[in-house]
Nanobody, 118 residues
């Protein structure tokens, strides 16, 4: 049974930090590019960050560069998103996504809510 389970969301003040985790099971984690997306109601889901199979290639949306860090631990089948200097515009549901590096098989997590507000 394939699962991607996000955790770590919550309410945080502007300027604060959160670390999101996405625990994967039921597939070969190291064969999948991992990404974090976020979505605000009424708007399109957007890519926040992505990381290649062993972490050699990392990409960030311009809006989060310098503030967010994506990482992965293949031994734990987990991908993380460290979010620092959070802004109200960061309020969204954050989702993790796994895409097989060759055949494109895709899995999505259920999402975790992040609210940045004073």
């Amino acid at each position: 049974q394939v699962q991607l389970v996000e955790s770590g969301g919550g309410l945080v003040q502007p300027g604060g930090s959160l670390r999101l985790s996405c625990a994967a099971s039921g597939f070969t984690f190291s064969s999948y590019t991992m990404s974090w997306y976020r979505q605000v109601p009424g708007k399109e889901r957007e890519l926040v960050a992505s990381i290649s199979l062993y972490g050699s290639q990392i990409n960030y949306a311009d809006s989060v560069k310098g503030r967010f860090t994506i990482s992965r631990d293949n031994a734990k089948s987990t991908v993380y998103l460290q979010m620092n200097s959070l802004k109200p515009e960061g309020t969204a549901v954050y989702y993790c996504k796994a895409v097989h590096f060759t055949n494109g098989y895709t899995y999505w997590g259920q999402g975790t809510q992040v609210t940045v507000s004073s």
